[in-house]
T-cell receptor
Framework: ELKVEQNPLFLSMQEGKNYTIYCNYS?????LYWYRQDPGKSLESLFV?????AVKQEGRLMASLDTKARLSTLHITAAVHDLSATYFC??????????????FGKGTKLSVKP | DTEVTQTPKHLVMGMTNKKSLKCEQH?????MYWYKQKAKKPPELMFV???????INESVPSRFSPECPNSSLLNLHLHALQPEDSALYLC???????????????FGPGTRLLVL
């Protein structure tokens, strides 16, 4: 059974600070996704990481994937209040030859304070 | 256009009612998904349609019945639901279910369901 563990589950940070969210998963997969969810809203895709060593950056967020360590990180640089949201990582567990069976971590609720 | 639309946005139903949730995408995606999300929890996959055929059914109770009339539409028929089925139901789509060009899943805004 695939397990996806995120930590921390709650993160309160000050504006301007840096921090990293970690996503560990328990079985082989080379597809990992990061999503953002604002309260009461749907999920917004942030990053798709498809190979070992993949690194992607968008604004103050940077995601990386180490498939050998089964670890992905989401690094936040110089946080701003607008980044406050819940961040989910999700791992694709192939099922019957098809992709798309996403298993989500529990999410990291990020609160950025002035 | 990377939009997935869902109707209705909110739904209140009794345990004896029959209702349907609808999802639509016009991105030419060939995979569509239903997820259930309880408050403060991650989304949980319910169903996957690949090329309009049901390919994954994650042991969902039969009171939930999916339907994919064509490649752009996905329905979720609800009958005799329980209060614990109250949740946000999210529809998503992605381009290539075979995974050779796997990209992200695009999520709709969701239907917030309350079962009384």
């Amino acid at each position: 059974e695939l397990k996806v563990e995120q930590n921390p589950l709650f993160l309160s940070m000050q504006e301007g600070k840096n921090y990293t969210i970690y996503c560990n998963y328990s079985t082989t997969s080379d597809r990992l996704y990061w999503y953002r969810q604002d309260p009461g809203k749907s999920l917004e895709s942030l990053f798709v990481l498809l190979s070992n060593g993949a690194v992607k950056q968008e604004g103050r967020l940077m995601a990386s994937l180490d498939t050998k360590a089964r670890l992905s990180t989401l690094h936040i640089t110089a946080a701003v209040h607008d980044l406050s949201a819940t961040y989910f990582c999700a791992v694709d567990l192939p099922y019957g030859g098809s992709q798309g069976n996403l298993i989500f971590g529990k999410g990291t609720k990020l609160s950025v304070k002035p | 256009d990377t939009e997935v639309t869902q109707t209705p946005k909110h739904l209140v139903m009794g345990m004896t009612n029959k209702k349907s949730l609808k999802c639509e995408q016009h991105m030419g995606h060939r995979a569509m998904y239903w997820y259930k999300q309880k408050a403060k929890k991650p989304p949980e996959l319910m169903f996957v349609y690949s090329y309009e055929k049901l390919s994954i059914n994650e042991s969902v109770p039969s009171r939930f019945s999916p339907e994919c009339p064509n490649s752009s539409l996905l329905n979720l028929h609800l009958h005799a639901l329980q209060p614990e089925d109250s949740a946000l139901y999210l529809c998503a789509s992605s381009q290539d279910p075979s995974g050779s060009q796997q990209e992200t899943q695009y999520f709709g805004p969701g239907t917030r369901l309350l079962v009384l």
